[in-house]
């Protein structure tokens, strides 16, 4: 998740841009972002145990959305462009919320 915050940035740019080449590369590199895997049973000692199941449900989300903003741009189609960018962002700030409250 290095480049997570630059891809998001790059995605958000280049959407409000209609700059269908910046957004495809970077929607492509967040649906192919390494994911966090789902802990196995009594794996205590992996940190992802820690994380709610509603987390790694989102995690699987925002590769689907991305790879939707990906294959809008593509096409060249800014009326699904702009909804499945914001249906992308839904999830995104769904999935912090969940990573950042976790108790």
Not at 16 to 23: F, G, I, N, S
Not at 33 to 49: C, F, H, I, K, Q
Not at 82 to 98: D, I, M, N, P, R
């Amino acid at each position: 998740m290095g480049r997570h915050g630059l891809d998001a940035r790059d995605l958000m740019f280049g959407v409000t841009l209609l700059r269908h080449d910046v957004v495809r590369a970077a929607a492509q590199r967040i649906a192919s972002e390494p994911r966090l895997v789902r802990p196995e049973a009594g794996a205590e000692d992996d940190p992802s145990t820690f994380l709610p199941e509603r987390f790694f449900v989102l995690q699987d989300e925002v590769r689907m959305r991305a790879q939707a903003v990906a294959a809008a741009a593509e096409k060249r189609d800014d009326t699904a462009l702009a909804e499945s960018y914001g249906l992308l962002v839904q999830t995104c700030v769904s999935c912090h919320s969940v990573y950042l409250k976790r108790e």
